[in-house]
């Protein structure tokens, strides 16, 4: 059973910056490097939305309108993680975060990922 873990989240200020991490345990013997990684969120009321995606080796990233420019996502093989970095928050950034994973080629679509990191939720007061 592959697993992914964050941890990271909080409460901050507008304008303040935070990082998100989510590490990745599989048990089927796959490696973190055969995985694509995304990032979502989900607001109070609102349907879990596209953060970010990353590919399984850090070449290509993509980012939600929203948060381009603010928002950087990473990955170190070697840690089996992956980040989010996130600046400049707003408070529209509030929302649980979730670390998502997926084999193969990085995606938006939150129904082609296969396996959940636990959520963590991020506060950003005005």
């Known amino acids: 059973q592959e697993q992914l873990v964050q941890s990271g989240g909080g409460l901050v200020q507008a304008g303040d910056s935070l990082r998100l991490s989510c590490v990745y345990s599989?048990?089927?013997?796959?490696?973190?490097?055969?995985?694509?990684m995304g990032w979502f969120r989900q607001a109070p009321e609102k349907e879990r939305e596209f953060v970010a995606t990353i590919s399984w080796n850090g070449g290509k990233t993509y980012y939600a309108d929203s948060v381009k420019g603010r928002f950087t996502t990473s990955r170190d093989n070697a840690k089996n993680t992956v980040y989010l970095q996130m600046t400049s928050m707003k408070p529209e950034d509030t929302a649980v975060y979730y670390c998502?994973?997926?084999?193969?080629?990085?995606?938006?679509?939150?129904?082609?990922?296969?396996?959940w990191g636990q959520g963590t939720q991020v506060t950003v007061s005005s």
């Open positions: 599989g048990h089927s013997g796959r490696p973190f490097s055969n995985l694509a």
């Open positions: 998502a994973a997926r084999y193969f080629r990085e995606s938006s679509l939150e129904s082609e990922y296969d396996y």
